[in-house]
């Protein structure tokens, strides 16, 4: 059995979001597979095509500006800005959590990580959470979603 086989699996919000306060340099991806992603270590601009230097992700690290607010709406947000990935990408696209260096920025100014450890997964009951958690609050959120026919 492969270690990303035997990779832990998030089942809340609030136990994510814990793991993720006490550990730095945590990212989430959405892709088909942290196995597949660590073979290729690069993303691909979908624009133009440019092979990149290390794997688009999402930092998770709550930052400082963001005070004494809920850990739990801040991780929300974080999940919620990329749960359309399976929708426009590949159905197959899951949320795992990787543990890494950040290389350069992307086209859309997100890291690009390089120096992978897979840390686990994220359930799919998570992102329905964090899509609760983030519909609830009083502002606009919209998930990265850049598709026009989206």
């Known amino acids: 059995m492969s270690t990303v086989a ?5 089942t809340s919000l609030d136990e994510l979001t814990r793991f993720v306060t006490r550990r730095r340099f945590l990212y989430v991806r959405g892709s088909r597979c942290p196995e597949r992603d660590l073979t ?30 809920s850990a739990d709406v801040w991780g929300a947000r974080r999940l919620y800005d990329y749960c359309h990935l399976p929708r426009v990408k590949d159905a197959r696209t899951r949320p ?24 686990g997964w994220i359930a799919d009951c998570v992102i329905a959470e964090a899509c609760r958690i983030v519909t ?6 919209g998930p990265l979603d850049r598709d026009p026919a989206g």
Do not use: C, K
Request: charged share 25%; hydrophobic share 35%.
């Open 40 to 69: 290729a270590v690069s993303s691909t601009d979908d624009l133009t095509g440019i092979r990149l230097p290390g794997l688009s992700a999402s930092p998770l690290g709550i930052e400082d500006w963001w005070g004494e607010r």
């Open 96 to 119: 795992w959590i990787l543990h890494g260096s950040e290389a350069a920025r992307g086209p859309d100014n997100e890291p690009l990580v390089r120096d992978v450890e897979p840390v």
């Open 6 to 10: 035997r990779l832990p699996t998030f």
């Open 136 to 141: 609830a609050q009083p502002g606009r959120w």
